[in-house]
């Protein structure tokens, strides 16, 4: 199997040009209209600032349950079960010349209480309607847009 030339970048690309991303929306454990949205670091090099879900990239050879379960516990701390897929899609971005694949979940929390990761500033539990109205990525606008509340 083919894995990233450069061995920095293999705990995010398959292989030089392939980027495996995941994201979950993760539901309250009490209040079934709110769901819960991260705020990115200042300082972080894709979308600084702004807001974003659970989630985050396969490693090379990584199962893709696994890895949403890690990247939801490091960034929040946080337990989850229900996971069900909402939307699976890709992308080719000229510019960098990465092809994305991309897998968005719904998922509820076992608990309200969560630990932030130094990759993020803040977090709100916030409705679909609140969601929408932040500065955030329209492939996240658009997983959201399909959970049923």
């Not at 932030?116 to 500065?135: D, G, M, R």
């Amino acid at each position: 199997m083919l894995l990233p030339t450069d061995p920095s970048k293999r705990h995010y690309l398959f292989t030089d040009d392939i980027k495996f991303l995941q994201k979950a929306i993760i539901f309250h454990p009490a209040k079934r209209e709110v769901f819960l949205t991260l705020k990115r670091s200042l300082t972080d090099v894709s979308r600084p600032g702004c807001w974003d879900l659970p989630g985050g990239n396969l490693s090379f050879g990584e199962r893709h349950d696994e890895a949403l379960i890690r990247e939801i516990r490091e960034e929040t701390g946080l337990e989850a079960s229900s996971f069900k897929p909402l939307t699976v899609s890709t992308n080719f971005d000229v510019q960098t010349k990465i092809y994305y694949l991309y897998i968005g979940y719904s998922c509820k929390a076992l608990t309200e209480h969560l630990t932030l990761s130094s990759e993020h500033i803040a977090y709100q539990w916030v409705t679909l309607s609140q969601f929408l109205s932040l500065e955030t990525a329209d492939f996240l606008q658009e997983t959201a847009k399909l959970i049923q509340m």
